[in-house]
Each structure stands twice: as structure tokens, then as C-alpha cells.
């Protein structure tokens, strides 16, 4: 069984998370197919909007027990190679040059949660699906996602979440501002598909350029931020889908 399996319906790209036996928990293997997932997106041209979602009763459960078992046992080098990949895997995410949803059914727990967060919109169910970061349990820590959840929803809410290791709801997660959507269960699929249907219409290289500077403006001072907004609205003026897009909202309408 593939760990990871992708699917292209015209401009939308779908990553599934394929271990329902073990909630899509997180293994070494599953973060090389992942991101082998993400190289795939990111390569087909005529995809526009990625869904990250999983099979089975949950979105992801963290890590699996045998992968926990075996970073125990590994050396710092090891785990600092198997961190670094994992690392990747959230970067990747982050900075794919299309928008990737989060579409979260059921249990998004430690780096499940973390897959969501890094997600550019995570749409979730309102019954089933939860939230939590429970490293601190086990004498671990969220290390690597804290970076991006601190900048998602501030230093006062994520301290509460890694320090308590509470779950909380959709709506929960909702309110802090963590999930952008939350409906029914049985229209998350529905809503999320019409989210990537609508994004799609978009243009793809203003997607990525605004993307890229969503990823690169928290680290900038004012001053800094300026300027290379600046520049960047000259660059984009430039582009071909800019250029088409003004002749076309220019033209006279009959």
C-alpha cells in the first residue's frame, strides 16, 4: 500500500495521507513520501491548488509508536538527519508555490496538528475533527512547528497549547485562529472543494508571488517590509498573467 497517495483533477491536486491503520501517523517513510507528494504538485503545471487530507477515521495522529521507539534509540546525528527531514517536510509545505489546504476530518494531533498549521487554509470538521499539541506527554516538544505556529497565532495562544497539551475543537481552533473554515462533517469535503474550485480560477503566478511574501514579511521590519513590497508590485506588473489580466478587466464590456 502506498503511504502516500496523490490524485490531479484538472487544476486541483490532492495529497492523501494513505495509513488508516495506524491514523496516518508519521514515520520516516511517510515524511519521504510526503514530500515526494509535494515535488509531484509542485512539478505539474496545470495544477493550481493542493488538498492535503487523510484516510481513514483521522487527518493524522502524529507519530507512529515504532518511529518514536526508534528516534529513542537513534544517535544525535541520526536524529538530527531524521529532524532535518522533518523539517523539509513543513518547509516544503510553506513554501510550495500553490496554496495547499488543510482539509481535516478527524484527529489532527502533535505533527498532525502540525501538518494543519502549516497548511495555507485548513477547513475542518465541526464534530470529528480536534486539535492538540501533546509532545510535552511524552517528554518531547513541538520544536519545529512552533516556529510557524507561533506566527499563526501568537505567543499567548500557542503557549497554552504546548505547555497544557489540551485538545481542542474545530470551533476551538476556529476562534484562535488556527482553521479557517469549519462546517458540518458531512460538507467538509464538499466546502473544500469548492474553496479549491474558486482559488483555482486565480492567477497562479499572483498566488505564488503573494505566498511568498505571506512566508517572508513577519522576519522584516516595517522599513525593510516596504521596500520589498515595492519592488515586488514592480515585479508583478511585469508578469504575463498581470499583463492579460488589465488588458482583459480593460476591455469594453458589450
Not at 502516500?4 to 515524511?31: H, Q, Y
Request: proline content about 4%; overall charge negative; some cysteine.
Amino acid at each position: 500500500m502506498e503511504l502516500v497517495r496523490t490524485e490531479i483533477d484538472g487544476a486541483i491536486g490532492t495529497i492523501i495521507l494513505n495509513r488508516p491503520e495506524k491514523r496516518n501517523a508519521l514515520s520516516a517513510e511517510m515524511v519521504v513520501a510526503i514530500n515526494a507528494a509535494l515535488t509531484r504538485m509542485r512539478d505539474a503545471d496545470d495544477v493550481r491548488v493542493v488538498i492535503l487530507k487523510g484516510s481513514g477515521p483521522a487527518f493524522c495522529a502524529g507519530a507512529d509508536l515504532s518511529y518514536l521507539q526508534q528516534i529513542a534509540q537513534n544517535s544525535p546525528m541520526e536524529n538530527l538527519a531524521d529532524s532535518t527531514a522533518l523539517m523539509q517536510m513543513f518547509q516544503n509545505i510553506c513554501t510550495l508555490p500553490k496554496p495547499v489546504i488543510a482539509m481535516v476530518h478527524g484527529p489532527a494531533i502533535a505533527g498532525g496538528a502540525g501538518l494543519a498549521t502549516v497548511c495555507d487554509l485548513v477547513v475542518a470538521a465541526r464534530e470529528k475533527a480536534v486539535f492538540g499539541y501533546s509532545e510535552v506527554k511524552i517528554g518531547f516538544i513541538p520544536a519545529i512547528v512552533m516556529v510557524y505556529l507561533l506566527r499563526k497565532i501568537g505567543d499567548t495562544q500557542a503557549r497554552r497549547l504546548v505547555l497544557t497539551a489540551d485538545t481542542i475543537s474545530a470551533d476551538e481552533a476556529l476562534r484562535i485562529g488556527m482553521v479557517t473554515t469549519v462546517v458540518d462533517d458531512a460538507e467538509l469535503e464538499q466546502t473544500t472543494l469548492e474553496i479549491a474550485q474558486r482559488m483555482s480560477r486565480n492567477s497562479a503566478s499572483s498566488m505564488a508571488l503573494s505566498k511568498h511574501m505571506l512566508n517572508a514579511l513577519p522576519g522584516m521590519s516595517v522599513d525593510a517590509g516596504l521596500q520589498y513590497a515595492a519592488a515586488m508590485n514592480a515585479f508583478t506588473r511585469q508578469t504575463e498573467d498581470c499583463k492579460q489580466g488589465i488588458a482583459s478587466f480593460l476591455e469594453p464590456k458589450s
